[in-house]
């Protein structure tokens, strides 16, 4: 699956393609039968269970990962679907904690049900720094690799200009249960609503 990356007003936004492709096409789709607003969950952030990591994708192959690391003895992760896998350099920042997660419906507009998440501020400088030094790059050097725990990757979209407040939103999902999931998954405690 292709994925996309706008920044607007400063925010990270990284989608999933064929989905709001599809969404797009569908005239913006109907809405979930759960989703009675356009608001979703949201909630203060807080610990993660499995570490969120971000990581410069040093290459991308069109064929499976090999086993293990690569050649190099570098990470490596499967794209969605088995359509690649990227090589990854070290995590450039690791977030074990978010200051706030919410979840939004999106689907009038196009891109799904979305999951924004704020970084505390002191993840937020260290991302700041490293998108800058991403969007730098030519590609694939200036793809950020998100991941959650050791190899689930969520996103990994072409970096074009700084990102300076630690805003994150991640877009195209079909449904607030998959973005509720999501966003549980990077520490919202949605039971405390």
Not at 95 to 105: G, L, N
Request: hydrophobic letters at 40%; proline letters at 3%; one cysteine or more.
């Amino acid at each position: 699956m292709t994925n996309i990356l706008h920044s607007v007003r400063g925010r990270l936004v990284i989608g999933a393609a064929l989905l709001a492709l599809t969404a797009t096409a569908c005239g913006g789709g109907e809405k979930d039968a759960g989703a009675d607003s356009a608001k979703g969950a949201e909630a203060t952030g807080g610990p993660l269970a499995e570490k969120l990591t971000f990581h410069q994708v040093d290459a991308v192959t069109e064929s499976k990962c090999p086993e293990g690391a690569s050649a190099d003895g570098k990470a490596t992760v499967e794209v969605a679907g088995g359509d690649g896998c990227l090589t990854l350099a070290d995590p450039a920042l690791t977030v074990s904690r978010t200051r706030t997660v919410e979840t939004a419906d999106g689907t009038a507009s196009g891109i799904g049900w979305t999951v924004q998440v704020s970084l505390t501020e002191a993840d937020a400088t260290s991302f700041a720094d490293f998108t800058a030094r991403l969007a730098k790059n030519q590609a694939p050097a200036n793809r950020v690799a998100v991941l959650l725990g050791a190899d689930r990757l969520l996103m990994a979209p072409q970096v074009n200009e700084t990102i300076k407040n630690g805003e994150l939103q991640f877009t195209g999902y079909q449904d607030r249960k998959q973005a509720e999931a999501l966003a549980a998954d990077l520490g919202a405690d949605l039971g405390a609503q």
